[in-house]
């Protein structure tokens, strides 16, 4: 049994509604035919993942009258007006977004800077879609921390221009940076209520 599928299983016997895809393109197909048609969606938003606007999934959701999106990086638009939208993003009934890593086991884990990742996943949307590549999938617990702290923490970092640290090395120095980025965990054991988090699993590298 390969990584994917040990992962696959574990996640579904926690209560995760999970879908395999093959690229980024199916992705978007298994979202559009398999989990959109079965909820019931009139508001939406995101939290950052490059993993899932690789799948177009999101600009072609603007094409969906019904559904009003909340945009939450917005450019252009004063901070104070994003923040405020973010907390907006906490009651959509739909959230989208990626994870740091995912362990074999079937755990999710995310590291967040302010918490519009964690925090919506965690409570709040009626319906949460996480994209992930294969190349979040670690053996554990352990692997999935030390995953975060020298791949995913240091290059979105770098990705955002930030001043920490962790972009000047590639690992965390665990940092009283004033623009330190690794504020927040969140580990998710099981989806509560069962099937409120649907997980769409790409074999491919995908993202950070």
């Not at 755990?107 to 709040?124: C, E, H, Q, S, W």
């Not at 955002?160 to 980025?181: S, W």
Request: glycine fraction near 6%.
């Amino acid at each position: 049994m390969t990584p994917l599928e040990r992962c696959r299983k574990s996640l579904s016997s926690n209560g995760f509604d999970v879908h395999l895809a093959a690229d980024p393109q199916d992705a978007k197909a298994v979202f559009f035919e398999k989990i959109l048609p079965n909820i019931s969606v009139k508001s939406a938003s995101w939290g950052d993942s490059m993993t899932m606007h690789v799948t177009g999934v999101w600009d072609a959701l603007f094409e969906q009258d019904e559904i009003a999106i909340i945009k939450t990086f917005e450019k252009g638009v004063e901070r104070s007006v994003l923040m405020e939208r973010r907390r907006q993003a906490l009651l959509v009934d739909l959230f989208m977004t990626g994870a740091n890593a995912v362990t074999e086991t079937g755990r999710i884990v995310n590291l967040d800077m302010i918490g519009n990742r964690t925090a919506p996943i965690a409570f709040g949307p009626h319906h949460v879609v996480l994209f992930i590549g294969r190349n979040k999938i670690v053996p554990d617990l352990e692997a999935a921390i030390t995953r975060v702290k020298t791949i995913a923490a240091p290059l979105n970092a770098a990705r955002h221009d930030l001043t920490t640290p962790c972009v000047k090395t590639g690992q965390c120095h665990d940092c009283y940076a004033p623009k330190r980025i690794c504020n927040t965990w969140s580990i998710m054991d099981k989806s509560y209520p069962k099937g409120r988090i649907k997980i769409i699993l790409i074999d491919e590298d995908l993202g950070l």
